[in-house]
């Protein structure tokens, strides 16, 4: 079993950035690839970047390449997710998922272990 909390979300201005993080419970933190997904107002869950348990390889979405970056410490049983150049389409409430295999997926179907979200509205 895995508990996942997620911090670091807020209001900001178009352009800036944030930090999120996902802090897990468990003492085999490192085997769990781990994404964020996120949902805006009115539309469905969709992924933004996943990572596998070791760190080594990592997925994003075609929307947030080059301005988001998903990171983790196991040492600290923590991931995170850079955000930058926030944009107004980046508002949503975001989600930390947890799978239970090191390799790293965009199926959010494939996580089995959820946070509860923390919400980002970027305002223009």
């Known amino acids: 079993q895995v508990q996942l909390v997620e911090s670091g979300g807020g209001v900001v201005q178009v352009g800036e950035s944030l930090r999120l993080s996902c802090a897990a419970s468990g003492r085999t933190f490192g085997s769990y690839a781990m994404g964020w997904f996120r949902q805006a107002p009115g539309k469905e869950r969709d992924f933004v970047a996943s990572i596998s348990g070791s760190g080594g390889l990592t997925y994003y979405a075609d929307s947030v390449k080059g301005r988001f970056t998903i990171s983790r410490d196991n040492a600290k049983n923590t991931m995170y997710l850079q955000m930058h150049s926030l944009k107004p389409e980046d508002t949503a409430v975001y989600y930390c998922?947890?799978?239970?295999?090191?390799?790293?997926?965009?199926?959010?179907?494939?996580?089995?272990?959820w946070g509860q979200g923390t919400r980002v509205t970027v305002a223009s």
């Open positions: 998922a947890a799978r239970s295999t090191s390799v790293p997926s965009t199926n959010s179907e494939s996580y089995g272990y």
